[in-house]
């Protein structure tokens, strides 16, 4: 699994005033949360860039004031005007407590309706999990092979091991639907029968 290290500063001050006064400086406010303490740091709006505008699921190592934290992304804030970063959550990895985290799904494999002439339709990029942070990877493998034209698979049809998925069983993974192509061409077949 990928790591991003960030350098972050320790914040003493607290409030809008000195908030503003930092995000002027180019820096982005962050809180690490879960663990024994909750720490509030700034680091400059790069360090981001690498663990915020990816779909992958990244651990970050956060550096602050000589303490190393491991810690995943829970929430985001951007400006409203400028669409700027403004502000990450973290949750710390503590090796005995459970996390819930958005893990991505990893597709493999060409669906059967997909070779019948049928077209795959993902409906679900991530899936909510919760497990140790030992057990974390970088996404849910799920193999669409034995997909069929006409065929769903479904959150309740994907197993993973050592997590307990927190979502509905019957929402929709993927999906290979019928084309117009493929339509027009049945009913083609179907008149030509009669």
Known sequence: MNTVVIEGQLRTDSGKKAARDLRSQ?????VIYGGKEEVHFSAPVLAFR?????????????KVDGKSYKAIVKDLQFDV????????????????????????????????????????QLRLKKV????????LTDGIKVDLTNLELNGNLRVEDISVENMEIMMPGRQPVASV??????????TEAAKGKK
């Open 26 to 30: 180019g820096k982005v406010l962050g």
């Open 50 to 62: 690498s663990l915020v505008y990816t779909s992958a699921f990244q651990v970050a190592e956060i």
């Open 81 to 120: 005007v400028t669409d700027r970063l403004n502000h990450v959550d973290f949750l710390e990895l503590v090796e005995d407590k459970k996390i819930i985290a958005n893990l991505p799904f990893i597709f493999e494999g060409q669906p059967a309706g997909v070779k019948a002439g049928g077209r795959l």
């Open 128 to 135: 909510k999990v919760r497990t140790f942070p030992k057990h």
């Open 177 to 186: 639907v019928m084309t117009r192509a493929l339509r027009q061409a049945e």
